[in-house]
């Protein structure tokens, strides 16, 4: 590409920096041959140097204006997160004050002319946790017997004995 068509708006910053280092290697090159830079040298190196100035001017602009739209959409999303939430929650809300209003009626079913909402129960069966199989991590500590005691006890009934052996 030539020096003189090399401009900021159509060439990459990789393009203005070749040209530049070309640029300063013939001004090197007639400062060993004819021991002066010539002003048409001079003026395509300073052309050359404004060009990557305005380059890099560009890019930190657009640096700047997509970190902008970055956090333009981030807040968006906040806000979007926000209002999913407080759906979320009126939803809830409005299903307990139905339970709450079908319960107190013994009713199962409320019927309209496009729309019938029911009760129904949770058909699966609730999950038991053996807290004497847990590692202790897993266990809060209540102030009642401690875990680990618990486990070296094993059963109920010598649970009972040390229980009856601590009163006496």
Avoid at 53 to 61: L, N, W
Avoid at 99 to 123: A, P, V
Avoid at 132 to 154: A, V
């Amino acid at each position: 590409m030539s020096i003189s068509t090399l401009t900021a708006h159509n060439s990459n910053l990789f393009e203005i920096d070749a040209a530049l280092e070309a640029a300063f290697d013939q001004m090197q090159e007639e400062r060993e041959i004819t021991g002066n830079i010539s002003d048409e040298s001079r003026e395509r190196c300073v052309q050359l140097i404004a060009e990557l100035s305005e380059k890099i001017d560009r890019i930190a602009a657009y640096l700047r204006i997509q970190q902008h739209t970055a956090n333009i959409a981030g807040e968006e999303a906040q806000r979007l997160q926000q209002r999913r939430r407080s759906a979320e929650q009126r939803v809830n809300d409005v299903k307990e004050m139905l339970t709450y209003f079908m319960r107190c009626r013994g009713m199962k079913r409320l019927e309209g002319e496009l729309n019938t909402i029911r009760l129904q129960t949770n058909s699966q069966a609730s999950l038991q946790i053996d807290d004497r199989n847990l590692p202790q991590e897993f266990c809060l500590r209540t102030g009642s017997t401690p875990h680990r005691l618990l486990k070296e006890m094993g059963s109920p009934r010598a649970i009972q004995c040390a229980i009856a052996q601590a009163a006496q």
